[in-house]
């Protein structure tokens, strides 16, 4: 799988702890300090109980699919080789109504199945501009 030529992840103020965790491999969920909800992706201000309060927590990296869609088009060239390929939201194991998004890796588009028990994996990559950057992805367990 090339990931050259991939656009890269643009974090903001909520979401750049987040992604610079996954740059070192670890999958982390935003838990509220006032509720204690774990929340994804990443805000300021917690829905439930409107808490500024937050700390990073690490997550279990394991989930079920929930939905999936298939994408047979080339979007972008470095992507031709890829496609068909499926993107994937994950319910996560941490809590029912945590959700986070990634591609299927070590499967087909064919083996995927509602429910079907996943976890994140790391994938490390470099763009045409030579800075490396990681993307959160899911295999089947
Ligand atoms: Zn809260």
Redesign the pocket.
């Known amino acids: 799988m090339s990931l050259a030529r991939r656009p890269r992840p643009w974090p903001d103020r909520d979401s750049a702890p987040w992604w610079e965790a996954v740059r070192r491999h670890e999958l982390l969920l935003q838990r509220?300090g006032?509720?204690g909800?774990p929340r994804f992706p990443a805000r300021a201000i917690?829905n439930?109980?409107r808490?500024r309060e937050s700390a990073w927590v690490p997550a279990m990296g394991t989930g079920r699919v929930y939905s999936w869609i298939v994408n047979h088009q080339v979007f972008l060239p470095g992507m031709a080789d890829e496609v068909p390929f499926a993107v994937l939201m994950v319910r996560l194991d941490d809590a029912d109504d945590v959700f986070m998004y990634g591609n299927l890796v070590a499967a087909g588009v064919d083996d995927l199945v509602p429910g079907l028990p996943v976890e994140a994996v790391f994938v490390d990559a470099t763009g045409d501009d030579g800075k490396g950057f990681t993307l959160v992805q899911w295999r089947p367990l």
Do not use: D, F, P
Request: proline share 0%; hydrophobic share 10%; aromatic share 0%.
């Open positions: 509220c006032g509720c909800v917690c439930r109980c808490s």
